[in-house]
Structures are given as C-alpha cells and as structure tokens.
C-alpha cells in the first residue's frame, strides 16, 4: 500500500504543452511538497502546502502551479513546457509535530520522469 | 532560507572500510537534520536522523553527529558493503521547511 504515489511514472511531451503531475498521500500527513531533482541530482524545493494553504515558493517561474484540492492530494500543473523543465520531479509529505519535537521525516514518492523535446 | 553545503561529491571506498560525508549549514535555527539514501532510479528514503538536542546517534553501521556552534554534520557509514552504493543526501531545517545538501555519490568496491 504505497504511501505517498504520484503519476505518471514518465512524462514525455513536446515544448509548448501543459501538463500536471498528480500526488497523492495516504499517511494523513498535514504538509506536502514538490521537489525537482535535476541531471546533477541536485534536489531542490519548489513548493510545500499545509492545510491547503502554500507556505514555500522558491523561486519557481510563475508557469509551475500547484494545486491541493484537499489535504492528501498535491498536484502540480506545469504551462508552456521548456526544454529546462526536464527533471524528476519527486512529491512528499510529512506530519506536523510539536515545536519541541519538529516534524516528521519527509516521505517522498517514486517520482515523475518528465522530458521536454 | 538555509543554505546546506556537502562534501564529497563523489566518494569511492573498499568494501569493509569506513565513508565519511560531512555537511554545514547556515541557519541556526535549524533543529532537524536528516540523511536520505536515493538508490539509482528511485526515490530518496531516510536511514537517520538527527535533531538538536542530540550531539550523535548510531542506528547499526551508520551513526550521525552533530556540531550546533560549528554548524556542520557528518553521515558515518563503517564496515560498508556493496549495497551501501548510492546517492546520499544530507538535510537542515525547522518545522516543515527542508533544504538539501547537493548529495554525495558513494561507491563502494567489491
């Protein structure tokens, strides 16, 4: 019973075209992320939502949107593809705690192999 | 935000010896710092963690310490073995807010 999924495994798509990425997350953990894992294996944070509410942006160009229509899901709807948005790109979550205790560890997905041609 | 450095890059070793990663960060508010093994082709899986009350832990082979005044941390893997080989990622944050070290490429050679 996979924890945190996302889909598609692959995404293979021409310059110009909108796409998203689906996540979804089964531990009923309160904060989501998204993550780019570029050529160099550099991973880098693009978002985080907790509670439905966006609380990390990072420089991310304004054609990367991500959506949460409720606390288990993540999705990430990506405008006007480039060849430079070729990555893996790796959903997560993790739990709130206590400020004393901190959170969770991340839990990331299998991520999504996106290539731009 | 943090800015979490690594080093090596790439590190090869003879199965059995000892691999070292060591890693700082800038923010000294970071109280969490975790440690992900991402194999090639898969997803990046905690092996420890550490937090910043805790100068070391050991969990088996591989034992995290930690310097808070010195800002840096260091990932000890002993006795390795081929399956050991594999991206490791080092991590600094607070509450839900994490930023990755840009990873260390470890071999280890039968």
């Known amino acids: 019973d996979t924890a945190v999924s996302q889909t598609p495994k692959y995404l293979v798509t021409q310059m110009g075209n909108d796409k998203s990425i689906k996540c979804e997350q089964n531990?009923?953990?309160?904060?989501m992320y998204w993550y780019k894992q570029d050529s160099k294996k550099f991973l880098k944070i693009m978002f985080s939502y907790n509670n439905k509410e966006l609380i990390i942006n990072e420089t991310v160009p304004n054609r990367f949107s991500p959506k949460s229509p409720d606390k288990a899901h993540l999705n990430l709807h990506i405008n006007s593809l480039e060849l430079g948005d070729s990555a893996v790109y790796f959903c997560?979550?993790?739990?709130?705690?206590?400020?004393?205790?901190?959170?969770?560890?991340?839990?990331f997905g299998n991520g999504t192999r996106l290539t731009v041609t | 935000g943090e800015n979490v450095e690594q080093h090596p890059s790439t590190l090869s070793v003879q199965e059995g010896d000892s691999a070292v990663i060591k890693c700082t960060y800038s923010d000294s508010a970071s109280n969490y710092f975790p440690w992900y093994k991402q194999e090639l082709g898969k997803r990046p899986q905690l092996i420890i963690d550490i937090r910043s009350n805790v100068g070391e832990k050991k969990d088996q082979r591989i034992a995290v310490t930690l310097n808070k005044t010195a800002k840096h941390f260091s990932l000890h893997i002993t006795e390795t073995q081929p399956e050991d080989s594999a991206v490791y990622f080092c991590?600094?944050?607070?509450?839900?807010?994490?930023?990755f070290g840009t990873g260390t490429s470890l071999t280890v050679i039968p």
């Open positions: 991590a600094a944050g607070t509450g839900n807010q994490f930023y």
């Open positions: 531990l009923g953990h309160d904060t």
């Open positions: 997560a979550s993790s739990q709130d705690g206590a400020a004393d205790v901190g959170n969770s560890p991340l839990h």
